[in-house]
C-alpha cells in the first residue's frame, strides 16, 4: 500500500516538453546514390510542400509535432507515402527510393540518422549506436557497445557471465542501464543486455560523464540507454535464429500491430539465450594441480560448468497517436535464467555444482503527452514494478581440477574443500525482491525555445533473505533490506542564436534510506537465543551542472559540460550479491565527483561521394569516496573467491578520446576510434596523517586504452538482382593493465588484440537475411576481470525473417 501512495503522490506532484513546429530537410535520393531533381515533396493534409533541387535536397518549414507523413511525387517514381514523428525543432531526413514504381510503402528506405544527429549535438558527451545492420548479424548487444569510443564491456567470460561497463575509467553502478529510461536493474539480472538482441533495439545512446534531465538519477559515470524500437512505420513481424560454437543457440521475435481507426497499438517481443560456454582456456591461471601439489601452469582444457540459459517475454498493449495521449501502454515483462557458476572473481579455482537462478515478473506504464491540457505543456512517466527471486545452490563438497575431474589426495581419494562446499560453506539461499522505479518529466515551454522542466526518480527495493538450509531460521529469522531513494531536479533549456547555442542548466536533489535487520546468536542462562539488530541510516545531497552546444559554424560543434554529480550505494553494492560474489557493505558512504567535459564534432562532411567526420572529447573527474569493488593488495594471494565495494577514497580521471569515420557513396563506411585515460589514487596521507602506499598510482583492473576499429562494405545485386552482400570486419585493442595493486608481471593482463570479420546477405525479396560471423578470428589470447580468460574462435550462423504486409 505504501508504494500505492508513494506512486499516487508523486504522479499528483510531478510538473513539463513542449509542443512546437519543426523544419524537415534532407535530400531526395535513388537507392543507388542518384539526386532526384525536381521532385514535390508535401506535408499531407497541409499546403506545406517543397520541390527538390538539382542535388535533390528539399526543406519543410513549420511542421507540427506528432504523427505527420510526407508525400513524395515525381516523373521518376510512383507517388510515395512516408510516415515520420516529428518530435524535436530540426530534422535532417535523407529518402532513398527505387526509381521503378513497383516498390510499395513497406520498401521505402529512410536511413536514420535524424534522432542520431540531434542527440551527438546536444551538448553532452554522447554516442549514438544505430542497429540497423547488427541487427541482421549474430553479434550481441554487448559487442556493439564494446566496440564504441570510450566504451569497454567487462565481462568475465563467455556468454551470461557478470558484466560491468567502464566509460572512460567509471565503472559499475557510476553507470546507469537503461531501458527505455527505466534502470535495467528492476527487471532482475535475468533482463540484461546480454538477451536483449540488437533487433529489438531502435539505438543505443552512450553519454559519458554529465546526464540529460530525461535520464537523471544518482549515476557520475555515465548512461547505457537502450531505446526500444516503437515507433514502426508498418505493422510487422520479425524473427531470427542463430546457432554456433560452444553449442550457443539464440533466438529473437519481436512484432508491432496499430490499428489505424482506433490508434490501438500492440508491441511484443520475446528471445532465449542458450551457451554451454565450453571453451577452450591455456592462459596462465588455467592450471592443474597434481596429487602431491605441484601445480602445473597454461593448462590446456575447455571450461566444464558454465553453462548459460535465459528466456524473457515482453507485452505490451496500448494507444499511440491519440486526442488523450502521444502514446499509453500497459506492459508485463517476464524474465528467467539459469547461470552455472565457474569460478569466483579469478580463475583460481574452478567450481562444480555452484548455481544460480532468477525469474523475474514486472508491471510496466508508459505514458507520453505533448500540449497536455495547454500547448506547450507535456508530461512523461514510466513506471515498472517488479517482483523477482534469486536462488543460489552450493552443496556440493569435493574440490576439482580445470579437467572437470575431482582432485585427489597422495592416496589417490577424492579430496574435499576445506569448507564443505565450493565458496563458502554448503548454501541455499532464497533472495525475495520487490523493486519499484517510477520517472516522470513534466516540462512547459516558457516561450519559444526556452523550457522549464522538472524530473523525479523513485526508486525502493524490500529484500528479504532465506537461508533453507536452517529451516528455523528461514521461518522465523529471515533477515530484510530495504532502500529507497528520490532525485528531483529541475532543468532550464534554451534555444537561441538561431539555434547554435543550446544550453541546458539543472539542479539535482538526491535522498536515500537505506534498512537493515538481521539476528545474532546470544547466551541467555544455558540458552541460546536470537537477538535482533536493526540499523537504518538517511543521506541527503545536492548537485548541480550545465551542457552547451555551438555550431562556430554548419556542421562544426564545440560542446562541453560540466556537472557536481552524486552517486548513493546500490542494494547490490550495501546488501551484496551472492549470485555475483559480492559481499555486504552496510557502511558504504556516498561519493561525489566533479566531471568536465570538452569536445568537438566535425561533419558528417561530404565531398562528391566520400563522406567524412571526426569527434574528440577532453574529460577530467575529480572523485570523493570512489565506490569501486575492493582491489588485492597481496601478490601471494592468487585465488579471489569474493569482492566487496568499498570507498577508495579521492581518485581522479583525465583522459581523451576521438574517433574518425569516413563513408564512400553507399558502399563504404569506415570507423577508428581510441580512449586514453590515466584513472589515479589521490588520496595522499590517511587518518594518522602517513602517505599512502599506492598515492598517485593507476587504479588497478581498469583498460585505461584501448582501440577499435571496423570496416562495412556493401555489395549491391552481387548474386542476384535486388539482393545485398555485407562484409564487415572488427578490431580491437586492449593495453596492458594490472589487475592488483602492487607492480607484479604475473598480474599484468597482456596487450590483446581481438578481430572478427562477417557476412550478411539480403534476398531479393528482403525478407530474409543469412549471416555469417567469425569471432576471435585468430583465436587470441583474451582476457578481463581479475584475469578471466575470454573465449577463443567460434563460427556463428544466423537466419531472418520479416512479415510486413498484414
Not at 82 to 94: A, I, T, Y
Not at 372 to 390: A, D, I
Request: overall charge positive; hydrophobic content about 35%; glycine content about 8%.
Amino acid at each position: 500500500m505504501k508504494h500505492f501512495y508513494l506512486i499516487l503522490l508523486f504522479l499528483l506532484t510531478c510538473t513539463l516538453v513542449f509542443g512546437q513546429t519543426a523544419t524537415i530537410r534532407g535530400k531526395v535520393q535513388s537507392t543507388g546514390g542518384k539526386a532526384i531533381a525536381k521532385a514535390t515533396v508535401r506535408l499531407e493534409g497541409t499546403k506545406i510542400v517543397s520541390v527538390t533541387n538539382e542535388d535533390g535536397g528539399y526543406e519543410l518549414k513549420e511542421v507540427p509535432y506528432g504523427q505527420q507523413h510526407i508525400v513524395v511525387t515525381s516523373v521518376e517514381i510512383q507517388p510515395k507515402r512516408l510516415p515520420v514523428l516529428v518530435e524535436s525543432r530540426m530534422h535532417v531526413l535523407p529518402i532513398a527510393l527505387e526509381l521503378r514504381g513497383d516498390i510499395g510503402l513497406e520498401e521505402v528506405r529512410v536511413e536514420g540518422k535524424t534522432e542520431k544527429r540531434k542527440i551527438e549535438t546536444s551538448g553532452f558527451a554522447v554516442n549514438v549506436i544505430e542497429t540497423q545492420e547488427a541487427a541482421t548479424r549474430n553479434v550481441q548487444t554487448n559487442e556493439l557497445l564494446d566496440r564504441t569510443v570510450g566504451v569497454r564491456v567487462r565481462q568475465s567470460g563467455g556468454v551470461g557471465a557478470e558484466v560491468q561497463y567502464n566509460l572512460n575509467g567509471m565503472t559499475g553502478r557510476s553507470v546507469g542501464i537503461f531501458v527505455d529510461g527505466i534502470e535495467i536493474s528492476t527487471y532482475g539480472a535475468s533482463f540484461n543486455l546480454n538477451n536483449i538482441p540488437p533487433a529489438m533495439i531502435e539505438r543505443i545512446e552512450v553519454y559519458k560523464g554529465v546526464l540529460p534531465a530525461h535520464l537523471s538519477g544518482d549515476l557520475l559515470g555515465g548512461a547505457i540507454n537502450i531505446v526500444l524500437n516503437k515507433r514502426n512505420v508498418k505493422n510487422n513481424l520479425n524473427a531470427s535464429l542463430s546457432y554456433g560454437s560452444f553449442n550457443t543457440t539464440q533466438a529473437d521475435v519481436s512484432g508491432f500491430y496499430r490499428d489505424q481507426k482506433t490508434g490501438f497499438t500492440t508491441r511484443i517481443s520475446g528471445a532465449f539465450l542458450n551457451s554451454d560456454n565450453d571453451y577452450e582456456i591455456w592462459g596462465k591461471f588455467s592450471k592443474y594441480i597434481e596429487p602431491n601439489g605441484v601445480v602445473r601452469r597454461n593448462f590446456r582444457t575447455k571450461r566444464f560448468f558454465d553453462g548459460y540459459r535465459s528466456a524473457t517475454a515482453r507485452f505490451e498493449f496500448g494507444f499511440s497517436d491519440v486526442k488523450w495521449a502521444d502514446s499509453f501502454f500497459l506492459g508485463y515483462n517476464f524474465s528467467d535464467v539459469y547461470n552455472e557458476i565457474q569460478h569466483g572473481q579469478t580463475m583460481g579455482t574452478p567450481y562444480m555444482g555452484r548455481t544460480s537462478q532468477g525469474q523475474a515478473n514486472a508491471l510496466n506504464l508508459h505514458y507520453n503527452k505533448r500540449d497536455l491540457f495547454v500547448k506547450g505543456l507535456s508530461l512523461n512517466v514510466n513506471g515498472v514494478y517488479s517482483f523477482r527471486n534469486t536462488a543460489i545452490l552450493d552443496t556440493v563438497p569435493w574440490a576439482y581440477n580445470w579437467d572437470g575431474a575431482i582432485r585427489l589426495d597422495l592416496n589417490g581419494k577424492p579430496l574435499k574443500t576445506l569448507t564443505g562446499a565450493q565458496q563458502g560453506k554448503p548454501t541455499h539461499i532464497d533472495i525475495d525482491r520487490q523493486v519499484a522505479n517510477i520517472r516522470s518529466n513534466l516540462a512547459y515551454e516558457v516561450f519559444k525555445g526556452h523550457r522549464l522542466s522538472a524530473n523525479h526518480v523513485f526508486y525502493t527495493v524490500d529484500r528479504k533473505d532465506t537461508d533453507l538450509l536452517n529451516v528455523v531460521a528461514a521461518q522465523e529469522f529471515r533477515s530484510k533490506n530495504d532502500l529507497s531513494k528520490n532525485v528531483f531536479s529541475f532543468n532550464y533549456e534554451a534555444s537561441t542564436l538561431n539555434d547554435r547555442l543550446l544550453t541546458n542548466l539543472f539542479y539535482k536533489l538526491y535522498q536515500q534510506t537505506i534498512g537493515n535487520t538481521w539476528y545474532t546468536s546470544a547466551q541467555v542462562g544455558q540458552q541460546a537465543v536470537a537477538v535482533k539488530e536493526e540499523v537504518r541510516d538517511a543521506r541527503t545531497n545536492s548537485g548541480y551542472g550545465l551542457s552547451v552546444s555551438y555550431a562556430i559554424i554548419p556542421k562544426v560543434y564545440l560542446l562541453t559540460s560540466a556537472e557536481r554529480a552524486v552517486r548513493m550505494p546500490a542494494d547490490s553494492e550495501t546488501f551484496g550479491s551472492p549470485e555475483d560474489n559480492v559481499l555486504s557493505n552496510f557502511s558504504i558512504k556516498p561519493e561525489v565527483s566533479d566531471n568536465y567535459n570538452a569536445g568537438f564534432r566535425l561533419g558528417m562532411y561530404e565531398f562528391g561521394n566520400h563522406r567524412l567526420s571526426l569527434s574528440g572529447n577532453a574529460f577530467w573527474r575529480n572523485i570523493k569516496d570512489r565506490i569501486m569493488p575492493k582491489a588485492n593488495e597481496n601478490i601471494s594471494a592468487q585465488e579471489i573467491e569474493v569482492t566487496q565495494f568499498i570507498n577508495l577514497g579521492r581518485a581522479q580521471t583525465l583522459g581523451f578520446e576521438g574517433e574518425f569515420t569516413y563513408g564512400y557513396k553507399n558502399k563504404l563506411t569506415a570507423m577508428v576510434n581510441f580512449s586514453k585515460f590515466n584513472s589515479l589514487f589521490k588520496q595522499q596521507y590517511d587518518d594518522e596523517g602517513r602517505e599512502m602506499t599506492y598515492y598517485n598510482k593507476q587504479v588497478p583492473n581498469e583498460p585505461f586504452f584501448t582501440i577499435n576499429g571496423n570496416v562495412h562494405y556493401r555489395f549491391e545485386n552481387l548474386i542476384q538482382r535486388n539482393s545485398q552482400l555485407n562484409m564487415f570486419y572488427t578490431v580491437g585493442y586492449v593495453a596492458p593493465f594490472r589487475t592488483i595493486w602492487p607492480e607484479t608481471d604475473w598480474f599484468i593482463t597482456p596487450r590483446q588484440w581481438a578481430q572478427n570479420v562477417g557476412a550478411s546477405y539480403t534476398f531479393p525479396s528482403r525478407r530474409l537475411i543469412a549471416s555469417v560471423d567469425v569471432k576471435n578470428l585468430f583465436n587470441a589470447e583474451v582476457y578481463d576481470n581479475f584475469g578471466v580468460q575470454k573465449p577463443g574462435r567460434g563460427y556463428y550462423l544466423k537466419l531472418s525473417y520479416s512479415l510486413f504486409k498484414f
